[in-house]
């Protein structure tokens, strides 16, 4: 089968391709001009490392290694539905969306290309860095003006190298007045050191230009469907079970229609606005729904079919779970 061929088979063919032999390359992708306009927007800060992009598993920089993998499923349209339909949403799939992504992941690049972690300023303004990567867990403080607010769920609060990205991610995005929108905010002392930092990098090459093959951090020599085994696993994981008791007073109705039919049927409309206001990602709110339904079903309960205010309660009550979980790492009864 010829490289270009696979984007006509099916879901189930598809998954058992290896992504290494799909042939992709950013070179003539969709994505290609928004790489080009990152370029763009460095050199209008007279800056000359423009850091090179590969395809991978997904957002990284490799730790020390100044060179930005985009994930494989943005490259063609047939993964994007593949995504879309594994994960229900697809990270990066709009031009907005994808530059805040690779400006973040730019930052990186530049604290290996400039070795930026080892300056004291640095470290006075984000903190001392290390080798050990981003926690999966971390409790941010939402109303703190300490940190700029950039990608969701206060991604800056999260490690001294994440505070620096996301700084360096709102100081390059065109047209943002930053000065402005943080005004008051110690964040804009950190903006205001990026400002004066870049300014001392402008013209000159990377200081630290390691050697590395692309293979070497390229995780792509495997099945499609081992790959979303393992992603959909560990976004599974990230819900622990719930509690009865907060389920029998949320469908207290003697007789009615079954609480689990009422769920499937308002399913697409609440993981819709429980998404919008907590950013989690839509698989983990939909497998959250799906053990909703599936022990509504146990504990038979049933809601009322005619109640206007039965909506505006579930999704307050998967909104609180999840935001709970999000601050705590677990659930807490919401009564």
Known sequence: MEAADWASLSDEDLLERRISTLGLRLDGAAVEPLIWRLYDELSAKQLAFLPPCHVGDEWFVPIGIPAIFVPFFLVHDRLRALERTMMLEVEGETAEWFMKLIRHETAHAYSYAYQLQR?????????????????????????????????????????????????????????????????????????????????????KPPTHAPKYRVADYNCLNIKLKSYYARKRKLYEDTYPDFYD???????????????????????????????????????????????????????????????????????SFITTLVMNYLFTGKFKRTK
């Open 119 to 203: 300056k004291k300023k640095w470290q006075k303004f984000f903190g001392k860095t290390s080798r050990e990567s981003t926690p999966s867990f971390y409790r941010p403080r939402p109303f703190s003006h300490n940190y700029v607010v950039h990608l969701d769920d206060w991604y800056a609060q999260a490690h001294p190298d994440e505070d620096f990205a996301e700084t360096f991610a709102i100081w390059l995005t065109p047209e943002l007045n930053w000065r402005e929108r943080y005004t008051g905010w110690r964040a804009l002392r950190k903006l205001e050191y990026i400002e004066e930092l870049m300014k001392s990098l402008a013209g």
């Open 245 to 315: 008791a907060d389920l029998r007073q949320l469908f207290a109705a003697q007789a009615g229609i079954k609480a689990s039919s009422y769920l499937r049927r308002t399913r697409r409309r609440l993981l819709n606005s429980v998404c919008q206001w907590t950013n989690e990602k839509k698989f983990r709110v939909n497998k959250l729904l799906a053990r909703l339904i599936d022990r509504c079903d146990k504990l038979n309960l049933h809601v009322l079919n005619d109640d206007p205010q039965q909506d505006f309660r579930v999704s």
